[in-house]
T-cell receptor
Framework: AQKVTQAQTEISVVEKEDVTLDCVYETRDTTYYLFWYKQPPSGELVFLIRRNSFDEQNEISGRYSWNFQKSTSSFNFTITASQVVDSAVYFCALSSDNYGQNFVFGPGTRLSVLP | NAGVTQTPKFRILKIGQSMTLQCTQDMNHNYMYWYRQDPGMGLKLIYYSVGAGITDKGEVPNGYNVSRSTTEDFPLRLELAAPSQTSVYFC???????????????FGNGTRLTVT
């Protein structure tokens, strides 16, 4: 079975602080894909990043960075110098070719960035 | 290019009523999905389809039915609505994982359904 755990239910930070959202996954597949999605208060789901299991290189996109570590089955997401507009629920998700094309989502972490 | 379009945006049903949530995509994606998101929770897969004429159950299929007669459309049918089906429903589509930049899920804006 596949599973995604996001242990942090809610996080509050003050604007300009750095914050890391944790994601731990479980899968028996050797080929799999990890994703982060953002759900702002307006409710839509916005794709942020995809990483495949063969690419452990960390990625940076502006204030966002992702740390993928297969040794610990983690795919953590860091926001540097957080802003109020970063307030949202963030979902980590896992998919693989051998699991019926099912994207398994974590329960989400609600991030509140206070001014 | 509209992406994934869901209708309606909101709906209130009485217990026992039926309805169909519509979903259409114009990206020629093979795969389509229906998820539900209960308040404060993550997304749970109801049904998915890997192509026209092929559907399969997800994690929480009871009380729902789907069909996939065309690549573009993937309607979700609720029969005999129950309060437990109060949720936000998201339709999504994608190419198969690993086929390129379009392999992430593309979501519609959701349908907020209340059953009373």
């Amino acid at each position: 079975a596949q599973k995604v755990t996001q242990a942090q239910t809610e996080i509050s930070v003050v604007e300009k602080e750095d914050v890391t959202l944790d994601c731990v996954y479980e899968t028996r597949d050797t080929t799999y894909y990890l994703f982060w999605y953002k759900q702002p208060p307006s409710g839509e789901l916005v794709f942020l990043i995809r990483r495949n299991s063969f690419d452990e290189q960390n990625e940076i996109s502006g204030r966002y960075s992702w740390n993928f570590q297969k040794s610990t089955s983690s795919f953590n997401f860091t926001i540097t110098a957080s802003q109020v507009v970063d307030s949202a629920v963030y979902f980590c998700a896992l998919s693989s070719d051998n699991y019926g094309q099912n994207f398994v989502f974590g329960p989400g972490t609600r991030l509140s960035v206070l001014p | 290019n509209a992406g994934v379009t869901q209708t309606p945006k909101f709906r209130i049903l009485k217990i026992g009523q039926s309805m169909t949530l519509q979903c259409t995509q114009d990206m020629n994606h093979n795969y389509m999905y229906w998820y539900r998101q209960d308040p404060g929770m993550g997304l749970k897969l109801i049904y998915y389809s890997v192509g026209a004429g092929i559907t399969d159950k997800g994690e929480v299929p009871n009380g729902y039915n789907v069909s996939r007669s065309t690549t573009e459309d993937f309607p979700l049918r609720l029969e005999l609505a129950a309060p437990s089906q109060t949720s936000v429903y998201f339709c999504a589509s994608s190419f198969p994982p690993g086929t390129g930049p379009d392999s992430p899920l593309h979501f519609g804006n959701g349908t907020r359904l209340t059953v009373t």
